[in-house]
């Protein structure tokens, strides 16, 4: 599968961007689809997924009720809507996919295949 985000930018707090990630190459049909994000010096950390299979979608406690995931089937596409953004949310944003069936993972190990991450950045 290859992964291709997109929608990064500069952004002034409280702000909004969409980022998307389209994928290719293998079905998602039973899998899920996240979006990590790495600040400068910290580790990289689960923000969203949503699922291709009924499995729902799945948030990070500190971006519930300001970020949105969503999908878009005919163009295996995720997008993750981010408003109200806070100088905290300034990162690289990765997405990542699995393949396989199962529930949604928030580590690392739980995706097969990663994207090559768009940057975000939230001024104050």
């Known amino acids: 599968v290859q992964l291709q985000a997109s929608g990064g930018g500069l952004v002034q707090a409280g702000g909004s961007l969409r980022l998307s990630c389209a994928a290719s190459?293998?079905?998602?049909?039973?899998?899920?689809m996240g979006w990590f994000r790495q600040a400068p010096g910290k580790e990289r950390e689960f923000v969203a997924a949503?699922?291709?299979?009924?499995?729902?979608?799945l948030y990070a406690d500190s971006v519930k009720g300001r970020f949105t995931i969503s999908r878009d089937n005919a163009e295996n596409t995720v997008y993750l809507q981010t408003n109200s953004l806070k100088p905290e949310d300034t990162g690289v944003y990765f997405c990542?996919?699995?393949?396989?069936?199962?529930?949604?993972?928030?580590?690392?190990?739980?995706?097969?295949?990663w994207g090559q991450g768009t940057l975000v950045t939230v001024s104050s």
């Open positions: 949503i699922g291709w299979g009924g499995q729902g979608t």
């Open positions: 990542a996919a699995r393949t396989g069936p199962g529930d949604i993972s928030t580590t690392m190990k739980g995706y097969d295949f």
């Open positions: 190459g293998r079905s998602l049909s039973r899998g899920y």
